[in-house]
C-alpha cells in the first residue's frame, strides 16, 4: 500500500518522496508520483473502486478520472479530488469552462470551491425560458435534467456613475425611484 496519512500537508509539493493530495476533504500522502484512478480511490478507503467515481479538480474546470488512467501527483499546486458512490457523471459550465461531478445535485458553496469564486461574486444560473437565477448560499443546482447547466460568475456589485460621482450598489434591476432612493 502506498498511502500515508499526514493532516498538516500543504499541496501537491514534495515531501522527500512523497506527494499530497485532498481527497473530499481528507490529506492522504502517496509515494508515488505517477498513480492510477484505481490506487487514489482505494488508498483513500473508497472501495471497491470500481462503484465509484473520481473527479479531479484543475485549474480551470474538473474532469473525471477513470480507474485505468494515470494521474500526475507532482506538478505544482494543491492536487483537489472528489469521490463519489456513483455510476455517472453530471456535466456543467461555469464562465464557458467544463466542470464534471458525480453527484445529480450540487451545493452553491461546493461550486464556488471547484470554480474558485470569491466571496464579492455571485454564480448565476442562466436560464433558457426564464430569468436567470442569483444563487444564494443554501442554493442547490440539480444536474440530473436534460442538457448541462450553465452558469457565470459576476460581481456582487455594480459601479453606478452620476453627476461624476461613483458609487457601488447591488446588482439589479431597479425602478428610476428606486435608485434616485440609493443614489440620493
Not at 83 to 92: H, N, Q, T
Not at 127 to 148: F, M, R
Request: charge should be negative; charged fraction near 35%; glycine fraction near 8%.
Amino acid at each position: 500500500m502506498s498511502l500515508v496519512s499526514n493532516k498538516n500537508l500543504e499541496g501537491s509539493k514534495k515531501a522527500g518522496d512523497r506527494f499530497s493530495i485532498e481527497i473530499n476533504s481528507t490529506d492522504l500522502e502517496f509515494r508515488d508520483r505517477h498513480v492510477l484512478g484505481r490506487q487514489v480511490l482505494s488508498d483513500a478507503g473508497y472501495n471497491p473502486p470500481d462503484d465509484h467515481v473520481l473527479i479531479r479538480s484543475l485549474d480551470q474546470g474538473a474532469v473525471s478520472i477513470g480507474l485505468d488512467e494515470t494521474v500526475d501527483l507532482g506538478q505544482p499546486g494543491q492536487e483537489i479530488f472528489y469521490a463519489f458512490a456513483s455510476d455517472r457523471i453530471y456535466r456543467l459550465t461555469i464562465d464557458g469552462r467544463g466542470y464534471e461531478w458525480g453527484e445529480a445535485t450540487i451545493t452553491e458553496p461546493a461550486l464556488r470551491k471547484i470554480a474558485k469564486v470569491d466571496e464579492d461574486e455571485d454564480l448565476v444560473l442562466e436560464k433558457q425560458d426564464e430569468p436567470d437565477l442569483v444563487l444564494d448560499a443554501d442554493a442547490i443546482v440539480n444536474l440530473d435534467e436534460k442538457g448541462t447547466e450553465h452558469l457565470r460568475v459576476t460581481k456582487k456589485l455594480v459601479t453606478v456613475c452620476i453627476d461624476d460621482v461613483e458609487k457601488e450598489i447591488p446588482r439589479g434591476v431597479y425602478t428610476t425611484e428606486s435608485l434616485i432612493k440609493i443614489l440620493g
